[in-house]
């Protein structure tokens, strides 16, 4: 599977689950992804931290995982930790939809090849 499909599927994931408004103009990278996904939580923890809750606890992103990356101890900020969650959850998403869509295509040329 292209990468680069898989990243654009995920940052569509994000950016909508978010409200987030990312440059349309390029793809941007996993690193970008993360930078401004992380910026956003930020800003949540701050001021919105029962509506990212609610958007974590709707993304399946594992509740014992988000405290651990909350912890104050961690070398990473937590925000950061939050956000490789969302973005390797959301990747799994992406990566199955585009797996089943795929295997749908096939299906079909099959069908249609007899």
């Known amino acids: 599977m ?12 994000v950016k909508k689950d978010f409200d987030m408004s990312l440059s349309e103009d390029r793809l941007i990278t996993e690193a970008e992804l993360e930078k401004a996904l ?14 990212l809750f609610a958007i974590l606890y709707r993304l399946d992103v594992s509740e014992q995982k988000v405290h651990a990356a909350l912890k104050m101890d961690n070398e990473i ?6 956000a490789r969650l969302i973005i390797s959850r959301q990747k799994e998403k ?21």
Do not use: C
Not at 38 to 51: F, N, P, V
Not at 77 to 82: E, S
């Open 94 to 114: 992406a990566f199955t939809r585009m797996e089943y869509s795929q295997e749908e295509t096939d299906f079909e040329d099959d069908v249609t090849a007899w």
């Open 77 to 82: 900020p937590g925000a950061v930790a939050v």
């Open 38 to 51: 992380a910026e956003r939580i930020s800003y949540m923890i701050e001021h919105e931290l029962e509506q």
């Open 2 to 13: 292209d990468n680069q499909k898989l990243i654009a599927y995920t940052t569509d994931l």
